[in-house]
Nanobody, 128 residues
């Protein structure tokens, strides 16, 4: 019943920006972690940015300083602003969510296997 739908992907040139959106439905979790993952051809799916119900964010070293995760809780929507895109950022981007105990934080939910619900993905292609 829970659904996540990503949008906003596309083809851009090196140095351009995109904003991805992930709109959820079928849930109203009080406490949760939401995350953006990406998977490039031939590589494992990797987490890149996380945000919890209190707005605390965390990023992995894959995208230092270039990506910004945010959310509109009232609209059940999460965003990923991607600046200064590089060809290495080419991947399928996925959003995911998992409900968590109130005392737990996204630091404990870093891996693909931690997340219960996933979107279908949106493709980002960056050309040099």
């Amino acid at each position: 019943q829970v659904q996540l739908v990503e949008s906003g992907g596309g083809s851009v040139q090196d140095g351009e920006s995109l904003t991805l959106s992930c709109r959820g439905s079928g849930y109203r979790y009080t406490d949760y972690c939401m995350a953006w993952f990406r998977q490039a051809p031939g590589k494992e799916r990797e987490g890149i940015a996380y945000i919890d119900s209190a707005g605390l964010t965390r990023y992995t070293h894959s995208v230092p300083g270039r990506f910004l995760i945010s959310q509109d809780i009232a609209e059940n929507t999460m965003y990923l602003r991607m600046n200064s895109l590089k060809p290495e950022d080419t991947a399928m981007y996925y959003c995911a969510i998992v409900p968590v105990p109130a005392s737990r934080y996204c630091r404990s939910y870093a891996h693909e296997s931690d997340y219960k619900h996933w979107g279908q993905g949106t493709q980002v292609t960056v050309s040099s």
